[in-house]
């Protein structure tokens, strides 16, 4: 109680998440009464990144930001647009598409929200759509960055659950192109109700040629998914050479890329990983904290009293995910959740764990497109000037189909793990 008391007094102040976890590990150990835990503190925290898997964070950041500065990012929209540009509601189509391609590169929700919401919202407006539904659909389109692979949430994931980082990234593909494809759907929907205009025709020979000049800027997922499924390389060394591969295309294909800007690409590249690494730090502590508060064991009698089987467990998580992700961040929301709920989920119902991983990510990352915080549509709004809560609104169709996804996940986890060997 004191400790709970601690931490949210902590978080209400404005102390960034990670120091609240280290500090409500430190108000446990003091109000425990055990001053030897103090010794114990400091390599908890180490061993929190003492983890190999953890080198895949850095590298696919920077494989981001080598792609954003070698111009690749308007090259797959400009191949999305030549696959379904002239459909009625095409743009909204390139929209989610183009998503889905630089999801495969990215991995990060908000950092693709605010690199397309700079490219597809004033695009769409041009074409007459209302600029509160665009910028709301490229939110939801970020949506497909931490379940397609690379994805910065299932490597940290991978970290707290003691599971292969390869075969988390692999379980989030089939969820993310069937996310992809629900999307689509809705896009259908809302189109023929309100006659989505049609964006510039293009004859075979032009989408042909649009398709041959953006293709090599698949290379980069092709390697980085491609490596992991053959067995050729595990996670962190299929991010290395996607990052080569990344450096190669904006050098010599695009010819945006020059090797002078990688000091500056680096940098903020170590910057953004230091703060999620630090948060890992932090999470094993935490975690250290819950299993020796017996946390995990108190939880675990509170649902069993409530739930019957592993489908009403998943269920009843789902809400208690979906809540927590629409007032914390994700891999805040990870740490928080995954050392309390994963032993339930496996020790009792016997859930597996990669499975059970999808779900949590999906439901985290769905939270971020949900009041009251829903970060992504504030991301979106900073970069368009639509408001909040009028795009959740106008966008509550895809909120619902992504639930309808967690649902059908819960009911048929093969969905998540029928890639994995």
Known sequence: MVTSAAFVAIMLVGVPIGLCLCLAGLVYIAASGNPVLFQSYPLQLFGGVDSYGLIAIPLFILIGEIMNGGGITRRIVDMAMAFVGSLKGGLAYVNILANMFISSILGSATAQVAIMAQIMVPEMEKKGYDKTFAAGLTAYGGM????????????????????SVSDMLIAGIV???????????????MGYMYNYPRADYQTPRQRLMTILRTSPTLLIPIVIVGTILSGLAN?????????????????????????SQLPQMMLR?????????????AAAVFSWVLIFGKVPQETAGWIQSAAKDPVSFMLICNVILLIIGTVIDGIPGLIMTVPILLPVATDVYHIDPRHF???VVINLVLGLLSPPVGLCFFVAAAVTGAKPGKMFMVTLPFFVISCVLLVLLS???SLSLILIK
Do not use: N
Request: aromatic share 12%.
């Open 144 to 163: 497909l960055g931490p379940i397609i692979p690379p994805s910065v949430m299932f490597v940290v994931y991978s970290v707290l659950a003691q599971v």
């Open 175 to 189: 969820p993310g192109v069937i996310l992809t494809v629900m999307f689509c759907l809705v896009i259908a929907l």
């Open 235 to 259: 996670a962190t060394e299929s991010a290395a050479v996607g990052a080569v591969a990344a450096a190669l295309v904006g050098k010599y294909w695009t010819k945006e890329f020059e090797f």
């Open 269 to 281: 590249s170590g910057i953004y990983s230091a703060i999620v690494l630090f948060l890992v730090a």
């Open 357 to 359: 991983g999808v779900v």
């Open 411 to 413: 009911l048929y986890p």
